[in-house]
């Protein structure tokens, strides 16, 4: 029988947030655009294929992120994740130029404990 569950990982939070490209306002901070996810997280084009999402609730520590396109030939690289933001930049896999309009899905994982003790 099951007792206790033990993890050195305390607090965490995954935040599951699927983007449509083509309904990001450039430049401006704002929940348009995301269909799954949107309670958590706001989005900002900063740039053609680059987006900043910044958590509605940040965590206490630095948070990891994954991204995957849906269906357009690209790539995904998550840049910067810090206690509030993460940085996805998307390109074509055949030219490397930068990619606007497209659809993606992340998953962000917050924690809200200081350490893992």
Do not use: W
Request: net charge negative; charged share 20%; hydrophobic share 40%.
């Amino acid at each position: 029988m099951l007792r206790s569950i033990k993890t050195v990982q305390r607090g965490a939070r995954v935040i599951f947030v699927t983007v449509d490209g083509s309904d990001v306002n450039g430049g401006t901070l704002t929940t348009n655009g995301i269909d799954v996810g949107a309670q958590h997280v706001k989005i900002s084009e900063t740039g053609n294929g680059a987006y900043t999402i910044t958590l509605n609730e940040p965590g206490t520590r630095a948070c990891f992120a994954f991204a995957c396109p849906i269906a357009d030939n690209s790539i995904m690289y998550v840049g910067e994740c810090l206690k509030n933001t993460v940085k996805v930049t998307q390109e074509t896999a055949s030219t490397g130029v930068a990619l606007a309009d497209a659809d993606f899905n992340l998953i962000i994982v917050a924690f809200d404990s200081e350490d893992e003790n």
